[in-house]
Structures are given as structure tokens and as C-alpha cells.
């Protein structure tokens, strides 16, 4: 638990000195700022395909699926116009699972990724319908046994690890032209980028699941979001 605590202290501290460099290089840009300082806010399905997750070897057989499903929410606050773009700074957080059908003690064996950003994104043309984003983000992944059972909440973690890296993406912003664009559907691609390093057991429950060596877990994790903005 200490450890953990340790690793969220040390990924909140990477993202607050993210956008204080973000914040500063953007103030130091004599353009006039957009003539309104409203919230962005969007949440989002996702669909997640992670090639290194698929490519591990665990001593217990099987492999992880080759997608995932996740959930996330963001707010970002226009900083600048420039010409007809704007520029937004803000946070954005998500938690992506993927199964496997690798046997276990438990019912199940899951990957599970949660991450904080930092991030910006760079609303392009006059409707705005099309933004590049970009951010550094802190991961904390775990791989862990579950009990499916309704009336049971027992789990076992067998290997934790964080990473911070950084993230590439656009988002279409669904009707952004109309007079009402300022809400509406978003469709939305990522690739992310990490290193988690060797997937091992730190701990076991009645026998070895990952082995002293499952692989490396690393390279870009893809993301396809359907999502609604406001």
C-alpha cells in the first residue's frame, strides 16, 4: 500500500509540473486570448488494443485478449487563439481493463491500467470540428486475480507497475459547425506510449501465474472513444 501511495504521489507531482511548463511556454505567446474562458468537459467509452499485453507469455498458459474497455472523463479551459485555432490546456483521467483466458486460482485474470494526464489540445479551423491532443500521462497498471462472484469482492494482485508517458491523438468534435456545436457526440483516437518493463509474480496465490518472466510490456497502447462533449 506504501508503495502504491509512493508511486500516485510521485504521478501527481510529474503532471502538476507538466502543465505548470505547458502553462508557462503558452503565456509567453503575445497572442490575444479567445473571447470566452468556458470549461470543456467530455466523457467517453473506449475501446483499447494493446499489441505488448496480447504478446506476453505467463507460465500458467493462455493470453490476454486482444482488446480492452474503458472509461474516461477530461476538462480542459481554452488558453489562446491563434488565427482560427484554439488552444486548450486541462487534465483528463480514464480506467481501461482487458480480460484474458488465463487459468488462475480466482474466476478471472485481469490488466488494468488507470492514468492521469496532463494534456492539450489544439482545436484546428473555424468550426472547430477537428483537435490534435497531446499530454504526458501517469500510468499505474495491475494485473490481477478476481472473483466473479456477485456476493464477492475477493481479489489478488500479482504484479503492479507505473510508467509515465506521453500520448498522441485527434478527436472530431460530431456538429461542432451548428449553433448549438458547443455540445454534441465526439469520436476520438489515441496511441500511447510506455514502458512498463519485465511482467513477473510478486506474489502468488496457490501457484504461478506470470512466472519470473512473461515478456516486456511496452510500446504504444491504441485507443478508439466514442464519447459526448459540453
Do not use: C
Amino acid at each position: 500500500m506504501n508503495a502504491t501511495l509512493h508511486k500516485m504521489r510521485y504521478g501527481v507531482l510529474m503532471i502538476a509540473v507538466s502543465l505548470i511548463l505547458i502553462d508557462t511556454a503558452v503565456a509567453g505567446d503575445d497572442i490575444d486570448a479567445p473571447p470566452t474562458d468556458k470549461l470543456r468537459g467530455e466523457i467517453w467509452l473506449a475501446v483499447s488494443s494493446w499489441p505488448a499485453l496480447g504478446d506476453l507469455r505467463p507460465v500458467a498458459g493462455g493470453s490476454f485478449n486482444d482488446t480492452g474497455y474503458g472509461l474516461g472523463a477530461s476538462v480542459h479551459w481554452p488558453v489562446k487563439s491563434i488565427q482560427s485555432a484554439d488552444v486548450l490546456l486541462g487534465i483528463e483521467g480514464a480506467i481501461v481493463a482487458t480480460g484474458s483466458d488465463i487459468p488462475v486460482f480466482l474466476d478471472e485474470l485481469l490488466a488494468r491500467d488507470g492514468y492521469l494526464a496532463a494534456s492539450a489540445k489544439w482545436r484546428l479551423g473555424k468550426t472547430h470540428s477537428l483537435a490534435l491532443d497531446a499530454g504526458l500521462a501517469y500510468h499505474l497498471l495491475d494485473i490481477t486475480q478476481l472473483d466473479t462472484d456477485y456476493y464477492s469482492s475477493a481479489e489478488f494482485q500479482s504484479w503492479e507497475e507505473s510508467a509515465v508517458g506521453p500520448f498522441l491523438g485527434m478527436t472530431w468534435n460530431l456538429g461542432a459547425g451548428k449553433p448549438d456545436g458547443d455540445s454534441g457526440m465526439t469520436l476520438g483516437a489515441r496511441a500511447h506510449f510506455l514502458d512498463f518493463g519485465t511482467v513477473s509474480d510478486e506474489d502468488v496465490l496457490a501457484s504461478a501465474v506470470l512466472g519470473r518472466d512473461a515478456g516486456e510490456l511496452d510500446g504504444p497502447m491504441y485507443e478508439l472513444r466514442i464519447g459526448y462533449r459540453w
